[in-house]
């Protein structure tokens, strides 16, 4: 399984960034995916994440409403449109799926994933 990160970047409070990861190698019919991150001196925490069976979504309530992710799955590929940036939002971000016969979004979202890719810096000055 491989996963590919990019977009991250410098931008200004209150600015946007996109970022997109590409998924290949594998073969799970339904899986979860999605963003965590991890801010200097923090534990990693799920930012957002999308069911590919049906679409369903989570989102870390310190990005509802600011935050969007969708997927193509066709292209095996997810992104993050971020929006309205914080300086809390820095951190190393990192795209992860879960394609474990059990899986649950939720439970993925907040506990962790199966496979990681390495990750992409986003930084937010205030």
């Known amino acids: 399984v491989q996963l590919q990160a990019s977009g991250g970047g410098l931008v200004q409070a209150g600015g946007s960034l996109r970022l997109s990861c590409a998924a290949s190698?594998?073969?799970?019919?339904?899986?979860?995916i999605g963003w965590f991150r991890q801010a200097p001196g923090k534990e990693r925490e799920g930012v957002s994440c999308i069911d590919s069976s049906d679409g369903s979504t989570y989102y870390a309530d310190s990005v509802k409403g600011r935050f969007t992710i969708s997927n193509d799955n066709a292209k095996n590929m997810v992104y993050l449109q971020m929006n309205s940036l914080k300086a809390e939002d820095t951190g190393v971000y990192y795209c992860?799926?879960?394609?474990?016969?059990?899986?649950?979004?939720?439970?993925?979202?907040?506990?962790?994933?199966?496979?990681w890719g390495k990750g992409t810096l986003v930084t937010v000055s205030s």
């Open positions: 992860a799926v879960d394609g474990s016969y059990y899986y649950t979004l939720f439970w993925s979202c907040t506990h962790g994933m199966d496979y």
């Open positions: 190698g594998f073969t799970f019919e339904d899986y979860a």
